[in-house]
């Protein structure tokens, strides 16, 4: 079955990095767009970013622009979100999730499976 593993979460301070890994089995993951998306407490959840089955389109959510940058590796089945300049109000969950087709959707209906999440908190 589906299953999608994010690591890499913690806490960190503003203007400090991360990188988010999500590492996919159960599927042919080189033909499927992957996507992170976020949800802070009492918040609905927003996509953050998405990378087309090749990598070779990506999409960014507008208040992430120039901060995250997302990535996969088709040989080792993994997504990456690396996350730098980091604020407060990027802490969060974040979740990968598979898209139900090739292309970086920003819609969560676009997507068919998630993660378990994993959390994300900057201080200030």
């Known amino acids: 079955q589906v299953q999608l593993v994010e690591s890499g979460g913690g806490l960190v301070q503003a203007g400090g990095s991360l990188r988010l890994s999500c590492a996919a089995s159960?599927?042919?993951?080189?033909?499927?767009?992957m996507g992170w998306f976020r949800q802070a407490p009492g918040k609905e959840r927003e996509f953050v970013a998405a990378?087309?089955?090749?990598?070779?389109?990506?999409r960014y959510a507008d208040s992430v622009k120039g901060r995250f940058s997302i990535a996969r590796d088709n040989a080792k089945n993994t997504v990456y979100l690396q996350m730098n300049s980091l604020k407060p109000e990027y802490t969060a969950v974040y979740y990968c999730?598979?898209?139900?087709?090739?292309?970086?959707?920003?819609?969560?209906?676009?997507?068919?499976?998630w993660g378990q999440g994993t959390q994300v908190t900057v201080s200030s």
């Open positions: 999730a598979k898209c139900s087709d090739g292309l970086a959707g920003p819609r969560s209906s676009d997507y068919n499976y």
């Open positions: 990378i087309s089955w090749g990598g070779r389109n990506t």
């Open positions: 159960g599927f042919t993951f080189s033909t499927y767009a």
